[in-house]
Nanobody, 115 residues
Framework: QVQLVESGGGLVQPGGSLSLSCAAS????????MAWYRQAPEKQRELVAS???????NYADSVKGRFTISRDNAEKMVYLQMNSLKPEDTAVYYC?????????WGQGTQVTVSS
């Protein structure tokens, strides 16, 4: 069983920055594809960014050039640096770990972008 714990959410003004962190308990963390998803009120959960085991990245069009996903295999951490935040980025952000078609989720952290 993999446990994921997110942190770093909060309230930020438009144009500001936030950094999210996700701590994983996986024993072979380096074998997991890691990703961040988000879910806004009354909307479906959507992929924000993913990072494979060979460090290939994929971003939603809406966040390209503003968000950066990274990982530290030694520390079993994954990060999401969010810059130039917009009100439409407001959502609960979830950390996801995937291996062999098994998905694991964190509890989520709220990000609110508002003046």
């Amino acid at each position: 069983q993999v446990q994921l714990v997110e942190s770093g959410g909060g309230l930020v003004q438009p144009g500001g920055s936030l950094s999210l962190s996700c701590a994983a308990s996986a024993s072979r963390f380096n074998l997991y594809r890691m990703a961040w998803y988000r879910q806004a009120p009354e909307k479906q959960r959507e992929l924000v960014a993913s990072l494979t085991t060979d460090y290939s990245t994929n971003y939603a069009d809406s966040v390209k050039g503003r968000f950066t996903i990274s990982r530290d295999n030694a520390e079993k951490m994954v990060y999401l640096q969010m810059n130039s935040l917009k009100p439409e980025d407001t959502a609960v952000y979830y950390c996801n770990a995937q291996i062999f078609n098994n998905d694991y989720w964190g509890q989520g952290t709220q990000v609110t972008v508002s003046s």
